[in-house]
């Protein structure tokens, strides 16, 4: 019988513990978000000087690449806003058109991102690269 | 239920139970371990986007399952060991913690390593790669309070109780890239629709088994020892020391 309280003590004690984690996770969840999308950022109206990061894909025909001046200029999407990113240096092996993104930087006044630094998501998926090309063939694949 | 109280709660028993079935252990692992180790690093062909980087996830994944698996096999014997006073489950806790913490390390360090070629980054502070920080840090904390109480009952209980409030942080490990946006990717292996060609799913699958199985060999070896340790004046041990010598 006490072995029995002793557990359902423990367990209540677990379960408001759990309560309270998730009152304190949920409440930060703005500052736990690793980057906003382009819709929250243009949403969030952000002041022009403000650092942050935006976490979208490079949208498909717009990457720029100035191989001598390592400009880079592409657009980064979440298929529903568009934000123009500018950028100066090197790009992780990842980075190419559709790819996930993650840039730091600022907004200009005109509603571009000028980025000090680029990282490249990478998503969950694992395979070869012969059924890789067998189902771009087939199209199965979209445009991920 | 008899021969199972006989066999963990008899400190000879258990000692028996386990020196039986170490070689197999043992033969599995090293058969599990061959074949994930040559059939990942050689066989498995390259990914479509990573190349052959890709094959840091037959050290990566397993640790990473390990790390938050012992973390879990800790909590449920803290809980026996708070509850129900048995003496093998406290053994159980402490001997996973120093485990437990390395396989953690080694996740962060193989995941590090993969970041900066594939990510561009050693480390970001998002939601995955801070929780599993934190899970590092909580096996040491854990070890450290352990070896600041000298009282052992004490020590173990308030050890115990720490074990159990950290365990809070095993489910957002698991679920932090689903709750937050992350740079961190999803999980690849689930269980109905693993998001990996299989070419590549079965050595993995393989070293999560070789891993588990040598936790679990660490576990026996140091079980045996404590056991011995603490029953080295019962005539069982004298009679086994006799036998060596």
Known sequence: ?144 | MQRLTRYFLVPQQCYRFITDWSPWLTGAFLLTLGYGLIAGLCFAPADYQQGDGFRIIYVHVPSALLAMGIYTIMTTTALISLVFRIKLATLVMQISAPIGASFTFLALITGSLWGKPMWGTWWIWDARLTSVLILFFLYLAFIAVRAAISDPWARDRIAAWMAIIGFINIPIIHYSVLWWNTLHQGATLTVFNPSIAPSMLYPLLSMIIAFALFYLILLCQRLCADILYQERKAAWVQEILHELT
Do not use: W
């Open chain 1, 1 to 144: 019988m006490k072995q029995k309280k002793k557990l359902g003590f423990i367990c209540f004690l677990i379960v408001l513990l759990g309560l309270a984690a998730a009152f304190v996770l949920y409440a930060l969840k703005k500052n736990i978000n690793l980057y906003y999308t382009p819709t929250q950022a243009v949403a969030e109206k952000l002041a022009a000087t403000q650092k942050l990061r935006l976490g979208g894909f490079v949208a498909e025909n717009s990457l720029d690449i100035d191989s001598q001046t390592l400009q880079v200029n592409f657009v980064i999407t979440d298929y529903k806003t568009q934000i123009p990113v500018h950028y100066q240096g090197e790009l992780p092996n990842l980075f190419r058109e559709k790819q996930g993104v993650v840039v730091t930087g600022h907004l200009n006044a005109n509603g571009s991102f000028e980025a000090t630094e680029i990282l490249a998501k990478h998503d969950e998926k694992y395979m070869p690269k012969p059924v890789r090309e067998l189902l771009a063939e087939q199209g199965v694949l979209n445009a991920r």
